[in-house]
């Protein structure tokens, strides 16, 4: 499409990150430097933001920095019996849940990439879709992890309503030690992001005006996600 025509090596506004895996926006390198330190304490990490696909690839970001890492989708519900079995398909024969959640965890005391370091990473995206139930195995899982020594870290992504709603659910209220609700982004980092992505993409003349990235801006409200939408479609408009 407008790749060839604006001298894009790479299709831009696809990632918000490099492809050495750093993000394009510096907040957004903090927040996730932050979580990959928060993550090697056992416990519950909250991130929430009204952008679905920006907390995607921040998860994505987690799986290729820390290998092993498992990830799950509560969307459209998540109940117990879900939960359970994503994380290991073996759990429909447990009798309880006891049984069903140490079954997970000697699966995931036995994986290679867990035996060393007596350690997980599990984060759940849409944590608003995931039933009360669930939260309770959610707990026991945290509360069994803990009695056999090994270092469980939760992540929980979800809208940035969740925040508040979090510190509101008793079963998991004592295992949470961070949260942080994303912010939107500034005109100046927009302005900053959009000639990051034509850099890194190989593009020397940002096809978008600092005007038009004000516009969007102003459109998008901060709203990365959107403005990757919005720009993609300048671009096509302008190309046609």
């Known amino acids: 499409m407008y790749q060839k025509h604006f001298n894009f090596k790479n299709p831009p506004f696809r990632k918000i990150v490099r492809s050495n895996g750093d993000f394009l926006v510096p907040y957004h390198q903090d927040v996730f430097n932050l979580l990959k330190e928060k993550t090697q304490q056992a416990g519950i990490i909250g991130l929430f933001a009204d952008d679905a696909p920006l907390l995607g690839q921040f998860s994505d970001a987690l799986k290729s920095a820390a290998p092993g890492t498992l990830a799950v989708n509560a969307f459209p519900k998540l109940s117990a019996s879900s939960l359970l079995y994503k994380l290991s398909p073996g759990t429909k024969e447990s009798k309880n849940?006891?049984?069903?959640?140490?079954?997970?965890?000697?699966?995931?005391?036995?994986?290679?990439?867990?035996r060393k370091a007596k350690a997980k990473i599990?984060?759940?995206?849409?944590?608003?879709?995931?039933?009360?139930?669930?939260?309770?195995?959610?707990?026991?899982?945290?509360?069994?992890?803990?009695?056999?020594?090994?270092?469980?870290?939760?992540?929980?992504?979800?809208?940035?309503?969740?925040?508040?709603?979090?510190?509101?659910?008793?079963?998991?209220?004592?295992?949470?030690?961070?949260?942080?609700?994303?912010?939107?982004?500034?005109?100046?980092?927009?302005?900053?992001?959009?000639?990051?992505?034509?850099?890194?993409?190989?593009?020397?003349?940002?096809?978008?005006?600092?005007?038009?990235?004000?516009?969007?801006?102003?459109l998008t409200k901060g709203n990365i996600s959107k403005l990757n939408e919005l720009a993609h479609l300048a671009m096509l408009a302008a190309w046609t």
């Not at 849940?97 to 867990?114: C, K, T």
């Open 122 to 218: 599990l984060t759940i995206a849409h944590s608003e879709a995931m039933k009360d139930n669930c939260r309770e195995v959610l707990g026991m899982l945290l509360t069994r992890a803990r009695e056999l020594d090994f270092r469980l870290s939760v992540v929980l992504m979800g809208s940035a309503d969740q925040d508040t709603a979090l510190m509101q659910q008793p079963e998991l209220r004592e295992y949470i030690h961070t949260r942080h609700t994303l912010r939107p982004l500034t005109c100046r980092e927009y302005l900053s992001y959009v000639q990051a992505q034509c850099e890194e993409h190989g593009c020397e003349n940002a096809p978008l005006s600092p005007a038009r990235v004000r516009k969007m801006h102003a």
């Open 97 to 114: 849940r006891i049984q069903a959640v140490d079954a997970v965890l000697r699966q995931w005391q036995e994986e290679p990439s867990s």
